[in-house]
């Protein structure tokens, strides 16, 4: 089955630690993405990737980091020195990169900092 | 700035009637829509996507309403089922991303 996968489910980190989340997609797709959703709010981008080793900074990029050294895979890290990481975080893949494409949602991972 | 909009958070509707759903957008370089559902702890899935070259587009139970000149569009599902009790967002694209807007619970009283 194609799809995108997220791992793990659910993250627990502590204040000050850096944590990686997991996205690995086997739909042969180009552009891969990051979002954030905040309860009551819509998703917000924080980075995307139109192709293998290159990544552009979304709207909510400060603290954190991503790196797409292969196409399946777009880890996202969230450091220490984002504010208010506690979210609901969804990585998504597109068949290319750019305007007028479906883009395909992961399952989520949801963060808690305690 | 919330250059996409969905003023209403929650709605109720009857199984069988007809399910509104409403999205404003304020950027008129916006070119491309789309309307996501989302289940609990789970991922938006893609429903229905409509082009500005077009003011309609149907699929199945669901159909996607544009009026550019109001810079509003809606997704009418008919008849509504328990099934699509969910969140649906919207998102509009005029550049490489997509802007989502805040989401609409639906929930469907059988």
């Known amino acids: 089955d194609g799809g995108i996968t997220q791992s793990p489910k659910y993250l627990f980190r502590k204040e000050g630690q850096n944590v990686t989340l997991s996205c690995e997609q086997n739909l042969n797709h180009d552009a891969m993405y990051w979002y954030r959703q905040d309860p009551g709010q819509g998703l917000r981008l924080i980075y995307y990737?139109?192709?293998?080793?290159?990544?552009q900074k979304g709207d909510i990029a400060e603290g954190y980091s991503v790196s797409r050294e292969k196409k399946e895979s777009f880890p996202l890290t969230v450091t220490s020195a984002q504010k208010n990481p506690t979210a609901f975080y969804l990585c998504?893949?597109?068949?290319?990169?750019?305007?007028?494409?479906?883009?395909?949602f992961g399952p989520g991972t949801r963060l808690t900092v305690l | 700035d919330q250059q996409v909009k969905q003023n209403s958070p929650s709605l109720s509707v009857q199984e069988g009637r007809i399910s509104i759903l409403n999205c404003d957008y304020t950027?008129?370089?916006?070119?491309?829509f789309l309307w996501y559902k989302k289940y609990p702890a789970e991922g938006p899935t893609f429903l229905i996507s409509?082009?500005?070259?077009?003011d309609k587009n149907e699929d199945g139970r669901f159909t996607v309403f544009l009026n550019k000149s109001a810079k509003h569009l809606s997704l009418h599902i008919v008849p509504s089922q328990p099934g699509d009790s969910a969140v649906y967002f919207c998102a509009a694209s005029g550049t490489y991303k997509y802007i989502f807007g805040t989401g609409t619970r639906l929930k469907v009283l059988a």
């Open positions: 950027n008129s370089m916006f070119d491309y």
């Open positions: 998504a893949s597109s068949i290319y990169g750019g305007i007028h494409n479906e883009q395909f």
């Open positions: 409509i082009s500005s070259i077009k």
């Open positions: 990737s139109q192709i293998v080793n290159d990544f």
